[in-house]
Every structure is written in C-alpha cells, then in structure tokens.
C-alpha cells in the first residue's frame, strides 16, 4: 500500500478518484495505523470536507474528486493518521444531543461525562444556582442550562483559552442568559453558596500518563488531565471546600477516573457530607461520586 495518499494520487493520474474509491484508501491507511472504528473515522472526516452527510456520501458514491478537494483531504488524513483525534479536525462534537465547538484547548466530550449530568438533573430543583468546576468548553453547565431554564450556572476554569471556547458553545446553545464563565482554579472556590457543584476535574496521576493513548497524551490539554501525585488532588480540595460553598442539603457531584470510586467516596465522608454514593456508567464502571452537605 503507498504510504499516503499523495503517493497514490500521484500513481493513479490516469484513473478518476471516485468518493467511494477515495472512501476504502482511507478506510485502510487508518487501519493500518491502528485507529479504532477505521471506516467511520473515514466518512466523518470525508463528509466533514465535502460538507454531506454519511447519507449524502452514499448516494455520491460515484461522484469524482476534484483536485483542490483531494489536496484539502490530503493533510486532515495525514493528521488523523498521527492519531490527532477526529473531533480536533471536524471542530466540533455532539453531547447531550447538543453541538460544542472543540480545539486542542479543551477536552474532548465524553459519553460517560453524561452520567454526571443525569445525576446533577435528579438531583436539581425547580431554581438554584449550580458551580461547574473545571468546565473547559462548557458542556456540563450547558447541558444543564438547556434542562433547567430557572437556574443560574457558573463555569469556572483556569484556562483562559478554554473560557473562550465555552463563552462561543454558550452562544452557539442559546444559555447565554443562565451562564456565567469566571477564570479561577478549583483551590479557591467563588465565595459564595451553591444548590449544586459537580466537576470533572483532572484525575490522572502522574504514574499512569505514559499508558494513555496517544489521541490523549499527546493532543488534549495537560492541564485538564493530569492530578498531582496520586490523581485525587482536586476531590480533596473539592471536598474540603464544600461544607462552606455548599447550601444545606446541597450536592457535590463529581465524575472519577479508574479505581478511584473507593479513595474519593472516603474523601467526601472524610469531609462530613452526607449520603455519599457512588454511580456505575453503562459499562458497569464506576463514574460519579457525590455526597449531600
């Protein structure tokens, strides 16, 4: 197999690239560099630059490439090919049904981050006011203001860039109104009380970085992942903050990482809260741990 596509472009000069011919070269040049879901990463990324959907693109199967397409394609193959995540090259992604605009300056949303979100929503009455800790491109705090329209949400973040990629998906989501993004680290929380604080805080220790995968070591934020020492720095300051931002019978609701489920449910009934639990996801992993002030 040639090692690019402009190398099979530039053999095939006398043979038209059709979208499905162009479809399977790339569905195999991401397999052999051992990339997940091969031939979906292929049609995203295909009806991503040819503006279809993977409906469209079946239905335009035959239809040939031009070569200012073919020289679009050429570089967004190359990078998915270095493992940068697909969600980096389309610039956006879906969660909780909704769009967030995505850059190398925030996370990548995950499925399982909306068990948090359908813990904060039982647990959320008519009004209140609600702290996302760690917001990085909003969508927890906007994916909650579209469900509670009489709450009041903070997203609080450390990065400036990614505060800038919230403040456009608060916009883009039509919750500009509900939300307000403050720049601050989780270390000193706004001094005022909350109905609601749930996190997805950094929760990799240090000893596990090396045994992420590439997509994720070497293209999310750091600063968004990666705890001090043993991974469970932001639960302990977490919790230690929130019998005084807490109102009474408020939750602290926070999405853990791997094996952690037993350390931070300590740590919450260490700090006095009530009710401790712990969530599994839809794989059966623990997920979210909260406690009740």
Request: proline share 5%.
């Amino acid at each position: 197999m040639p090692h690019s596509l402009k190398d099979q472009t530039a053999r095939d000069t006398s043979e038209t690239w059709t979208l499905l011919k162009l479809l399977r070269w790339m569905t195999d040049y991401f397999a052999g560099k051992g990339i997940d879901n091969p031939r979906l990463d292929a049609e995203l990324l295909l009806a991503h630059i040819l503006k279809l959907d993977r409906v469209g693109l079946y239905l335009n199967y035959d239809r040939p490439l031009d070569a200012a397409e073919l020289d679009t394609i050429r570089p967004l193959v190359k990078r998915r090919g270095q493992r940068e995540p697909l969600q980096y090259l389309l610039g956006s992604t879906e969660f909780w049904s909704l769009q967030f605009k995505v850059t190398p300056a925030v996370l990548i949303p995950r499925a399982d981050t909306e068990i948090l979100v359908e813990e904060a929503l039982a647990r959320a009455g008519s009004s209140g006011k609600l702290l996302d800790v760690g917001t990085g491109s909003g969508i927890i705090a906007i994916s909650l203001a579209s469900e509670l329209p009489n709450w009041q949400m903070t997203g609080l973040d450390i990065s400036e860039a990614a505060l800038e990629i919230a403040a456009e998906n608060v916009e883009n989501n039509q919750v500009a109104a509900q939300i307000q993004l403050v720049q601050g680290d989780l270390a000193e929380l706004p001094p005022q009380q909350y109905d609601l604080i749930v996190s997805n805080p950094p929760y990799i220790a240090q000893q596990e970085w090396d045994e992420l995968m590439s997509e994720v070591r070497c293209f999310e934020p750091q600063l968004a992942l990666l705890a001090e020492h043993d991974g469970l720095e932001c639960y302990r300051q977490l919790s230690g903050q929130a019998a005084s931002r807490l109102q009474s019978k408020g939750w602290l609701l926070v999405e853990i990482g791997y094996e952690q489920a037993d350390a931070v449910k300590a740590l919450f009934l260490a700090a006095g809260l009530n009710n401790v639990f712990v969530r599994e996801d839809y794989s059966g992993q623990p997920r979210v741990v909260g406690g009740q002030a």
